[in-house]
């Protein structure tokens, strides 16, 4: 799945259509946003791991607005179709493609 928004922005003298990305496994970012997620979501306690997952995608919602040039709401859809219904399930549901990059 790879798709792309586009976006027109208009300045005084010139007009640049600007491309969102779907991030993919495949995407060059993916490893910094798979740390990035990790990072949030996990914490130790007592010296045991515990997860910050809400049950929903905020940690992920927000670390994909840190990105540049992410279509969010195409690569939620897409997270979604692999099992990552909340943060925890886009780590555990999507290792296997992780894994294999």
């Known amino acids: 799945m790879k798709s792309n928004t586009s976006e027109t922005f208009q300045t005084a003298d010139e007009t640049t259509e600007y491309r969102k990305e779907v991030l ?46 992410i279509d969010i709401k195409e690569t939620l859809i897409f997270l979604k179709e692999y099992g990552g219904h909340c943060d925890c399930k886009v780590i555990m549901n999507l290792a296997r493609l992780w894994n294999n990059r």
Not at 30 to 40: C, M, N
Not at 41 to 66: A, E, F, W
């Open 24 to 69: 993919t496994p495949s995407h060059k970012l993916w490893p910094t946003f798979r740390k990035k997620l990790d990072d949030a979501i996990t914490t130790y306690v007592d010296g045991k791991l515990h997860s910050r997952c809400r049950g929903d995608l905020s940690l992920t919602t927000d670390i994909l607005r840190s990105l540049d040039n």
